[in-house]
């Protein structure tokens, strides 16, 4: 284990053993998600996330031109435009600025790009001291840190520690009440923005056809910053550069609503050249109440890299907003400072992988929960998850899982279905029937039913057809489906199998069973084994091939995503197989969305049965990745009847994650408190959903704090019903 590889365990040992960081993370992000929602909440975020996404890209594929063209443009407005490939070449620019000017104190605004190229700590050795104006980066620099968060550099600090750190630095007692803990700033930094030398900022988006950049705030901090002192120098990447005004506000419109959700921030700066006047006889004259020098940086860094892979090629799309972070249960669990680099959350381990290398971001790319809420929220549509397992795989290339992951994976998929791992745990389970909620190397509770002696594909018959057997009518009569269990159910749960069979034939479908056992390859792909993912992926596709059906059906909302979306992906390099994987998945379903557009049941056609609530869980793959939501709800309340009490975020992970679980069994528990408390908050005696790790999760949670709650599977309540009407 590389030096770098021990502090990233060390760093998020610390961090899971921190009540204070959970309590600073607990209070802040869950709001941050609420504000976002309802900045968005009467406008169409699809058409403004497609308006942007257009234009990055159009400006991400015009970019050496663009970036000429704002040279040109913003040298000819009286401003130094200065090109640096790399953060020792910023550093070097900035380093000769500072001597030229003889700089003593230099200011500064918010600016990731500075934390990139480490700038405070260059300028500190050249003897300059250093001053952050934005508060939540003052907090972090006072405190010795960096900032955990791309837009609230201070988000893992409570209220109580930064009063106790302002305390220590004014050498007065400063209470924790905010308002107080803002004034103790304004008082410390206001005479710094006058005294200063330079002000050092960044920039949100840079202009080509006016040569300006353009810097949104809310403290006020960045206009004294680039105002007061006599030389500003503001450092951007490259990326940050768009052609028109149009482009820019394009961005503008969705920066703060996904920052912090606000309509608009309280200032947004257009700065083009420095300060200037002709009002005495109409003569220009450079330098006025502003600044008389203004020199623009522009990093490279590898961005051009970024540019040239199509994998990552969109990362270059990212406005800063943090809205992804902020929706990653991961970085809620753990914070910034374990979720990242230099660049913190989801974003941030593609960035840090290119600007700070990949022994800095392979520790935290493991941590990746595969949830998919980040491209969600993501204003630019950058699809974030892939990219990170695309890092995951090409980190793990070559390497071993270790024995542990490697042998459970070899059993859900197939490879080592007797192998001793399982046969010491049904042993154990003989033994000690308990042991059938628990795998000893896990150290936790899981919902694990007994360890069946045979897989639920083996016991029924590979092959096997089972006629319809209507108990209703539906409009699915007469239609075929190939039932794919996935390796979890097919495995580990083989009453969600028997019950799809059952509520499938009770709809009036004929269903049919694979001729072989395969796994979709999912397991593998989440753990970066690209190369074992692709021979599960052509095995199952070529399974599929073999069977006449209708429709796939999959309880397995999972192994539905997998076969519909990420086979394109996983396959881009062998277009035949792509071909063959289109073709299959057109007629694949999960078993929500069967129900609801092909079985279509009728409206109270099993109502009347268990009186118990429901509440849902949506998981990740429904809600994130196919877009359902109102689908299983219909077959709740209108289908079955069902009192549903929805649950606060019901589409927030459970933090199963396959096996994210198995590597970070901590990570995982603290990210499913958080569904607990929100299932137990609504009182109802039954969680339902419709994946079969979800289950697991849930379930085994639920049992270990003694709540009197099932937890099924929508088939399972389904097939319940359906049983309940042939008793009656």
């Given amino acids: 284990m590389t030096k770098i590889q021990s502090a990233f365990r060390r760093n998020l040992s610390k961090a899971l053993g921190s009540k204070t960081l959970e309590t600073a993370l607990n209070r802040t992000l869950p709001t941050r998600?609420?504000?976002?929602?309802?900045?968005?909440?009467?406008?169409?975020?699809?058409?403004?996330?497609?308006?942007?996404?257009?234009?990055?890209?159009?400006?991400?594929?015009?970019?050496?031109?663009?970036?000429?063209?704002?040279?040109?443009?913003?040298?000819?407005?009286?401003?130094?435009?200065?090109?640096?490939?790399?953060?020792?070449?910023?550093?070097a620019i900035v380093g000769d600025l500072v001597e030229r000017h003889g700089v003593k104190l230099a200011v500064k605004s918010k600016s990731m790009a500075t934390e990139e190229i480490g700038l405070n700590e260059y300028l500190e050795e050249l003897g300059v001291e250093v001053v952050e104006t934005d508060l939540g980066e003052w907090i972090v620099q006072l405190a010795g840190e960096k900032p955990s968060h791309l837009i609230t550099p201070a988000l893992h600090k409570t209220r109580e520690q930064v009063a106790e750190l302002f305390s220590k630095v004014t050498g007065e007692k400063v209470p924790p009440d905010i308002p107080q803990l803002v004034a103790v700033a304004r008082r410390e930094l206001r005479q710094k923005f006058i005294d200063a030398d330079m002000g050092i900022s960044g920039a949100n988006v840079a202009i080509a056809e006016t040569g300006s950049i353009v810097i949104v705030s809310n403290e006020g901090n960045a206009r004294?910053?680039?105002?007061?002192?006599?030389?500003?120098?503001?450092?951007?990447?490259?990326?940050?550069?768009?052609?028109?005004?149009?482009?820019?506000?394009?961005?503008?419109?969705?920066?703060?609503?996904?920052?912090?959700?606000?309509?608009?921030?309280?200032?947004?700066?257009?700065?083009?050249?420095?300060?200037?006047?002709?009002?005495?006889e109409l003569s220009l004259t450079i330098g006025v109440h502003g600044p008389k020098e203004v020199h623009i940086v522009l990093l490279d860094?590898?961005?051009?890299?970024?540019?040239?892979?199509?994998?990552?090629?969109?990362?270059?799309?990212?406005?800063?907003?943090?809205?992804?972070?902020?929706?990653?249960?991961?970085?809620?669990?753990?914070?910034?400072?374990?979720?990242?680099?230099?660049?913190?959350?989801?974003?941030?381990?593609?960035?840090?992988?290119?600007?700070?290398?990949?022994?800095?971001?392979?520790?935290?790319?493991?941590?990746?929960?595969?949830?998919?809420?980040?491209?969600?929220?993501?204003?630019?549509?950058?699809?974030?998850?892939?990219?990170?397992?695309?890092?995951?795989?090409?980190?793990?290339?070559?390497?071993?899982?270790?024995?542990?992951?490697?042998?459970?994976?070899?059993?859900?998929?197939?490879?080592?279905?007797?192998?001793?791992?399982?046969?010491?745990?049904?042993?154990?389970?003989?033994?000690?029937?308990?042991?059938?909620?628990?795998?000893?190397?896990?150290?936790?509770?899981?919902?694990?039913?007994?360890?069946?002696?045979?897989?639920?594909?083996?016991?029924?018959?590979?092959?096997?057809?089972?006629?319809?057997?209507?108990?209703i009518a539906t409009e699915a009569g007469g239609t075929t489906a190939l039932y794919f269990p996935?390796?979890?159910?097919?495995?580990?749960?083989?009453?969600?199998?028997?019950?799809?069979?059952?509520?499938?034939?009770?709809?009036?479908?004929?269903?049919?069973?694979?001729?072989e056992q395969v796994c979709c390859g999912l397991a593998h792909m989440n753990a970066g084994d690209r190369g074992k993912a692709i021979v599960n992926a052509k095995k199952t596709i070529e399974m599929l091939e073999r069977v006449e059906a209708d429709h796939v059906v999959s309880t397995s909302a999972s192994c539905v995503v997998t076969m519909v979306q990420d086979y394109q992906h996983l396959l881009r390099d062998e277009p035949d197989w792509q071909a063959r994987a289109e073709t299959q998945a057109r007629r694949i379903k999960d078993f929500a969305t069967f129900i609801d557009q092909v079985v279509r049941l009728p409206s109270g056609a099993l109502a009347g049965g268990d009186a118990s609530t429901v509440t849902y869980h949506d998981s990740c793959q429904s809600a994130?990745?196919?877009?359902?939501?109102?689908?299983?709800?219909?077959?709740?309340?209108?289908?079955?009847?069902?009192?549903?009490?929805?649950?606060?975020?019901?589409?927030?992970?459970?933090?199963?994650?396959?096996?994210?679980?198995?590597?970070?069994?901590?990570?995982?528990?603290?990210?499913?408190?958080?569904?607990?408390?929100?299932?137990?908050?609504?009182?109802?005696?039954?969680?339902?959903?419709?994946?079969?790790?979800?289950?697991?999760?849930?379930?085994?949670?639920?049992?270990?704090?003694?709540?009197?709650?099932?937890?099924?599977?929508?088939?399972?309540?389904?097939?319940?019903?359906?049983?309940?009407?042939?008793?009656?």
């Fill in 33 to 91: 998600r609420r504000t976002r929602d309802a900045a968005f909440q009467d406008l169409d975020f699809a058409a403004l996330r497609d308006d942007l996404q257009t234009r990055k890209r159009e400006a991400i594929d015009q970019l050496p031109e663009l970036v000429e063209q704002f040279t040109i443009a913003a040298e000819q407005a009286g401003a130094v435009v200065h090109m640096a490939a790399t953060s020792e070449d910023a550093l």
């Fill in 224 to 280: 004294l910053v680039t105002t007061l002192p006599p030389v500003h120098v503001a450092i951007l990447g490259i990326e940050k550069v768009v052609a028109t005004m149009e482009d820019a506000t394009s961005m503008l419109r969705v920066l703060s609503k996904s920052g912090t959700g606000q309509r608009m921030t309280s200032y947004v700066s257009y700065i083009t050249g420095p300060s200037r006047t002709a009002d005495i």
């Fill in 301 to 471: 860094n590898r961005r051009t890299e970024m540019r040239e892979r199509p994998e990552f090629r969109d990362a270059l799309d990212c406005i800063r907003c943090g809205a992804c972070l902020n929706a990653c249960p991961p970085f809620q669990a753990v914070g910034g400072h374990v979720f990242g680099h230099r660049y913190t959350g989801p974003i941030g381990l593609i960035l840090t992988h290119f600007h700070h290398g990949s022994e800095n971001a392979e520790g935290p790319v493991s941590l990746c929960v595969q949830c998919n809420a980040c491209e969600t929220v993501c204003p630019a549509g950058i699809d974030l998850p892939r990219m990170i397992l695309d890092l995951r795989m090409e980190y793990n290339e070559g390497s071993s899982p270790g024995l542990v992951k490697g042998k459970l994976l070899d059993f859900l998929t197939y490879e080592d279905a007797g192998g001793p791992l399982m046969g010491a745990a049904r042993l154990g389970q003989r033994i000690v029937p308990k042991a059938a909620a628990r795998l000893p190397f896990l150290g936790r509770v899981l919902g694990l039913p007994a360890l069946p002696a045979r897989s639920f594909l083996a016991a029924k018959g590979l092959g096997s057809t089972f006629e319809a057997s209507p108990k």
């Fill in 486 to 515: 996935g390796c979890l159910t097919d495995n580990l749960f083989p009453a969600t199998g028997e019950a799809a069979i059952a509520a499938l034939t009770g709809c009036g479908v004929r269903v049919v069973l694979p001729s």
């Fill in 624 to 728: 994130n990745c196919l877009n359902l939501g109102p689908e299983p709800r219909r077959m709740l309340q209108e289908g079955l009847g069902c009192e549903l009490r929805e649950m606060e975020e019901s589409s927030m992970c459970c933090g199963f994650g396959g096996a994210f679980s198995l590597e970070y069994p901590k990570v995982s528990q603290r990210i499913l408190q958080h569904k607990l408390d929100h299932i137990e908050a609504t009182g109802a005696s039954m969680v339902v959903t419709d994946n079969p790790g979800c289950i697991m999760q849930i379930r085994g949670g639920l049992e270990a704090r003694g709540a009197d709650v099932r937890v099924l599977h929508l088939a399972e309540l389904l097939a319940e019903r359906f049983d309940a009407m042939t008793r009656s």
